[in-house]
């Protein structure tokens, strides 16, 4: 019914404004303030007043680019003659939640939003002017809701300079002096592929300092902020940064226009965190001279509801061609017109109830969603796309729906005789029951199609999900409608048969799509071995799917109909089991106290020899992501408690160079020991001029015997 990238924007934003409606909305963890620098107006003089936000421990708000949230907005109500200017936005920093997972871009703590504010010339000393704004903010834990507070400000009008505010000027002040600047003592290029962005910062003398921990903040969504971004020195006081670019960002860019920052500052004395960057998309050096960009909004997300229920209308037509639907059609028609005895106006009256049936067994639907949402939300849901859990019980559903559809299996075929009394009764109670029993067929029997309306009733408001309902019920009644009104129309319906279960067959290839859609964004969420164990996962499922349809198939016995259930629970359990993904952090977190996790460090020439120079242990990884042995020996290895232990103890230093994609360092490095695959391990101890080279297929033994 809807594309996947379509779905799942909607879900996104309908989740983003609407969904933290549902928790606690009338508590606020964020206490929102207006302030200003200065003690009073002086005519014509423009003078800074900032948004003061300050969030409880944990809680964040976001930046002009949010990622997953939404930008903190003011609506100024001023005084006639008086003028504002944007927010000027400090540097941001990468928000994350309980597990690490990264959700965005923003704030925490106390933070100052400055605003610039220009009084009109002929404003009269003496007087005093009351500043009002709305402020609207999204603040996130582990759940989000939205914020908002009408503030004002009162301040007097002199005719002399205006003295700083006791309480406030230093902060302002400090906060504008640190704003995102072009500094004059850096250079940068930038230039892109397919799919990643090159970003090269270079000082332009040998004096300036050294910034640590680069990252860079998009002011449009061209770069993914929830993929990791890598930094190389170059060799020259300068960095190379590799930036992931989003899919859904701009195909076309030719510019790159964000902020880098810089943990300890790109100034003396940890001043100025943020660089500010416009920069063409070429391989050109270009000095960071542009003028600023600062305070440029992004654009606000195109689409709207009307095209969303245009498709879930065009859905609900589509449900009438499902196989246990699409015969009901001319059926009822006919049982119409002989009900009413072949008047026209009584024949449209069913039609109506009908219609009244299908559009009220929705909205039951509807409702028992809605519910069931705020139940989710009140639990900590959040936005659902963030939590691996629920995509991958998602992407469960979509492969089953999908299965079904391809003929694996069957269900609902009890559901055309449920309602089978009620729909002989005579009369309009007849013709609506009708319409329940069609609701009650077409939700089991055509589920791919209505499970994207699920999916969207669980992220928007409850008034538009009553929408989105409301246009599957029109479509899914409308040729009972027509035919109602035209009966002769019956004569001229394509007989049923064999084409639409091609078409049912057909159907299930954009439901495979997006499990494998929801499966790329698990990738992102989880660890390499968490998405192996989601792979399988699914496998699982879909094998006890198979079970079920291949046992409990039309006149089956029982025992055999019994057999294919408790397959069905046992394999798809497991696979539920085995699939449930857990994010880097948490299976760290899972590894008891006692035994440190590892943690793998990029592998380059440079790394070792500096650590070899510092007498360290060093264990380097040569490895693959499409190396099956590499991650055997991996999971057996250093997931042992001894092996955990040892590695603490020693302090040894872990390098892992990743050879998925073609490395030409690697691949001179394997050559220097005769090697031109993966795996391949060695460990350098501290005075021995070669490593250790351990064999292909490791046990924890092997590797505690060459650490002696």
């Not at 879900?11 to 003690?39: D, N």
């Not at 000095?287 to 065009?314: K, V």
């Not at 069609?438 to 699920?454: D, Q």
Request: a neutral charge.
């Amino acid at each position: 019914m809807l594309s996947a990238m379509k779905f799942f924007r909607l879900c996104w934003l309908g989740a983003l404004a609407l969904l933290p409606l549902l928790s606690s909305a009338a508590v606020s963890h964020v206490k929102a303030s207006l302030v200003a620098a200065e003690t009073s107006i002086q005519p014509g003089r423009p003078f800074t007043v900032a948004l003061r936000l300050e969030h409880e421990e944990h809680w964040h708000t976001y930046w002009l680019n949010p990622g997953t949230g939404l930008a903190t907005s003011l609506t100024w109500k001023l005084p006639a003659g008086w003028t504002a200017g944007p927010i000027q936005w400090p540097a941001p920093i990468v928000l994350t939640d309980h597990t690490g997972t990264v959700v965005g871009n923003g704030y925490e703590g106390e933070t100052f939003l400055p605003v610039t504010l220009t009084p009109p010339a002929n404003v009269p000393p003496g007087t005093t002017v009351t500043l009002a704004v709305d402020a609207d903010w999204l603040m996130c834990k582990d759940v989000c809701m939205p914020g908002s507070a009408k503030l004002t400000l009162t301040l007097p009008v002199a005719a002399d300079a205006p003295q700083p505010d006791p309480t406030w000027s230093a902060k302002i002040t400090a906060t504008i002096a640190n704003l995102p600047v072009p500094p004059t003592t850096w250079t940068a290029t930038a230039s892109r592929t397919a799919k990643t962005i090159t970003l090269t910062v270079s000082p332009k003398d040998a004096s300036a300092p050294a910034p640590t921990d680069l990252h860079f903040f998009a002011d449009d969504n061209l770069v993914a902020y929830e993929l990791p971004q890598t930094v190389q020195p170059d060799g020259h006081g300068g960095f190379v940064l590799t930036l992931p670019i989003s899919p859904d960002g701009p195909q076309d860019a030719k510019e790159l226009h964000g902020v880098l920052t810089a943990k300890n500052g790109w100034l003396p004395n940890n001043k100025l965190p943020g660089l500010r960057l416009d920069l063409p998309l070429t391989a050109a050096t270009t000095p960071i001279s542009q003028p600023s960009t600062l305070n440029s909004q992004p654009q606000p997300a195109s689409g709207g509801l009307l095209g969303t229920l245009l498709l879930a209308f065009i859905g609900g037509l589509i449900l009438n061609l499902m196989p246990c639907v699409f015969p009901v059609l001319g059926i009822k028609i006919l049982g119409f017109v002989n009900q009413s005895g072949h008047d026209k106006k009584k024949v449209i009256a069913h039609g109506l109830v009908f219609a009244l049936g299908v559009l009220l067994s929705f909205w039951a639907l509807a409702t028992v969603l809605a519910v069931l949402r705020a139940g989710g939300a009140s639990i900590g849901w959040g936005f659902q796309l963030q939590s691996p859990a629920f995509v991958f019980t998602l992407a469960a559903l979509m492969l089953v729906f999908a299965l079904n559809m391809s003929g694996v299996f069957e269900f609902g075929l009890s559901a055309t005789a449920v309602g089978s009394d009620l729909q002989m009764k005579s009369g309009f109670a007849g013709s609506f029951f009708t319409g329940i029993l069609a609701t009650v067929v077409a939700t089991p029997c055509s589920a791919p199609f209505l499970a994207p309306a699920l999916g969207a009733a669980l992220a928007l408001s409850t008034v538009e999900s009553f929408a989105i309902f409301t246009a599957i019920a029109i479509g899914l009644s409308t040729p009972y409608l027509l035919l109602s009104i035209f009966p002769q129309a019956v004569k001229i319906l394509p007989r049923p048969g064999a084409w639409m279960e091609t078409f049912k067959q057909f159907m299930a290839f954009p439901l495979y799509a997006t499990v494998g859609y929801l499966v790329w964004v698990l990738a992102g969420q989880t660890t390499d071995e968490g998405l192996q164990n989601v792979l399988f996962g699914l496998v699982l499922v879909a094998l006890g799917v198979w079970f079920y349809g291949r046992w409990r198939a039309p006149g089956a016995s029982a025992s055999r109909a019994r057999f294919g259930v408790v397959a069905l629970i046992v394999a798809a359990g497991a696979g539920l089991w085995l699939g449930w993904p857990h994010s880097a952090a948490a299976a760290n977190a899972a590894t008891s106290t006692d035994t440190p996790a590892v943690v793998w460090e990029p592998w380059s020439p440079e790394a070792v020899e500096k650590l070899r120079a510092e007498n360290r242990i060093i264990y380097v990884d040569f490895t693959a992501r499409w190396c099956a042995t590499c991650q055997a020996n991996k999971k057996l290895v250093f997931h042992n408690d001894e092996v955990l232990r040892t590695f603490a103890a020693k302090k040894i230093v872990t390098l892992r160079g990743d050879w998925t994609n073609q490395d030409a360092r690697i691949t001179a490095e394997l050559a220097k020991y005769h090697r031109s695959a993966v795996p391949f391990n060695v460990i350098w101890l501290p005075g021995k001029p070669d490593p250790v080279i351990l064999p292909e297929l490791l046990t924890p033994g092997t590797v505690l015997d060459a650490l002696k």
